[in-house]
């Protein structure tokens, strides 16, 4: 068990640029999820994907896109960046089946500038 | 999507039991209770999780009420080390298996 392993740990961003966060799901783990959370607040559910597929989103514009690959690792891309998206981005991957829950990583914090 | 409700702050003294509770009176019958805590702002570390019986295992004991509305997280016996944000979460088994944090409870466990 590997776990999730996010990357990169910190990042610096100017405002307008685009940002790619990735994720490494835990073996075995076919569901991902993101979330953002800003300082001092819990954690809000961005999207999830399935098998490739965005099965889920939250209240987040369509300048946050993402995608799952075949061997279900992740993206996360922010384009257009706001001082406002400046957070912890979070990772987490579960098997769908399973209402163990979702594994965590230790999140990429991202500062816009 | 039920939403859950924690005391924002609580102390406890090492040794002693953290009895942590959370509301979520709008749970429907499909819906688990899970609990998370954050520490240091590192990712979210999943404790125990239940439906309707209570659970418990190495790390704490999950009690919900008959009714399901309220449910309690009890660390035995807390240290130092528990210090952290703790979550309670609703999550359905169907649709999006999205998590809906609060804020949680912050708990610091004093020497």
């Known amino acids: 068990e590997t776990g999730v392993t996010q990357s990169p740990t910190h990042l610096i961003k100017t405002r307008g640029q685009q940002v790619t966060l990735r994720c490494s799901s835990q073996?075995?783990?076919?569901?991902v999820s993101w979330y953002q959370q800003a300082l001092g607040q819990g954690p809000q559910f961005i999207f999830q994907y399935y098998r490739e597929e965005e099965n889920g989103r939250g209240n987040f514009p369509p300048r946050f896109s993402g995608l799952q690959f075949p061997n279900y690792s992740s993206e996360l891309n922010v384009n257009a960046l706001e001082l406002d998206d400046s957070a912890l981005y979070l990772c987490a991957s579960s098997s769908w089946t399973e209402t163990y829950g979702y594994t965590f990583g230790s999140g990429t914090r991202l500062t816009v500038v | 999507d039920a939403k859950t409700t924690q005391p924002p702050s609580m102390d406890c003294a090492e040794g002693r039991a953290a009895n942590l509770p959370c509301n979520h009176s709008t749970i429907s019958g499909n819906e688990y209770v899970y609990w998370y805590r954050q520490i240091h702002s590192q990712g979210p570390q999943y404790i125990i999780h239940?439906?309707?019986n209570n659970e418990t295992n190495e790390m704490a004991s999950l009690i919900i009420t008959e009714d399901r509305k309220s449910s309690t997280l009890i660390l035995p016996h807390a240290t130092l080390r528990d210090t952290a944000v703790y979550y309670c979460?609703?999550?359905?088994?169907?649709?999006?298996?999205?998590?809906?944090f609060g804020t949680g409870t912050r708990l610091k466990v004093l020497a």
């Open positions: 073996s075995g783990h076919n569901t």
């Open positions: 239940g439906l309707k």
């Open positions: 979460i609703v999550r359905s088994t169907s649709g999006t298996y999205k998590y809906i």
